[in-house]
Nanobody, 115 residues
Framework: QVQLVESGGGLVQAGGSLRLSCAVS????????MAWYRQAPGKQRELVAE???????NYGSPVRGRFTISRDSGGNTVYLQMNSLKPEDTAVYYC?????????WGQGTQVTVSS
């Protein structure tokens, strides 16, 4: 079992930056991938970024070049640095952990970008 707690969301103007954090606890050794997803009102949840145990990253096309996923050396915290934010980035952002599939989720943190 893995517990995930997100923080760092808030209100920011377009063009600004935010850094989200995801505190990871529990069976950290079992995690093979970590990810950030987001869900905007009326839209499906979409992958924002993911990072493997080996450090390989993958980004959704809407955020590529603007967002960066990273983690601390102990794997206890995963970050999402978000730069050049746009109003369309407004969503609830969720942290997720996977052994094979993403089955552990945090409660989400709201990010609102004003124009």
């Amino acid at each position: 079992q893995v517990q995930l707690v997100e923080s760092g969301g808030g209100l920011v103007q377009a063009g600004g930056s935010l850094r989200l954090s995801c505190a990871v606890s529990g069976s950290i050794f079992s995690i093979n991938r970590m990810a950030w997803y987001r869900q905007a009102p009326g839209k499906q949840r979409e992958l924002v970024a993911e990072i493997t145990r080996g450090g390989i990253t993958n980004y959704g096309s809407p955020v590529r070049g603007r967002f960066t996923i990273s983690r601390d050396s102990g794997g206890n915290t995963v970050y999402l640095q978000m730069n050049s934010l746009k109003p369309e980035d407004t969503a609830v952002y969720y942290c997720a952990a996977a052994r094979v599939m993403y089955t552990d989720w945090g409660q989400g943190t709201q990010v609102t970008v004003s124009s």
